[in-house]
């Protein structure tokens, strides 16, 4: 999709950029971009510590139902 991209057209995106947004504003927007990345890779982490969580339960649960299952079988 993007192999065709050379350099004189990487030139002409990035003069773009600078005229719509100004040499002072692409910093900042940089940096908002990065905080909106921190704080989307903490809140996946956080989704995948819960996830794992429930499963550590679940398979507690799944072993003590083995666990009497048996012993109700001797």
């Known amino acids: 999709m993007f192999g065709n991209i050379g350099t004189t057209e990487i030139i002409i995106i990035v003069f773009v950029i ?6 002072k504003k692409i910093p900042e927007l ?3 971009i990065g905080k909106g990345i ?9 989704i995948k510590s ?5 499963k550590k339960e679940l ?3 799944i ?6 299952t048996k ?3 001797v």
């Open 30 to 32: 940089a940096r908002g």
């Open 63 to 68: 072993s003590d139902e083995d666990t009497d």
């Open 38 to 46: 921190k704080e989307f890779k903490s809140a996946t982490k956080e």
């Open 50 to 54: 819960g996830v794992d969580d429930e």
């Open 18 to 23: 600078l005229l719509l947004f100004g040499a």
């Open 59 to 61: 398979n507690k649960l």
């Open 71 to 73: 012993k109700k079988n």
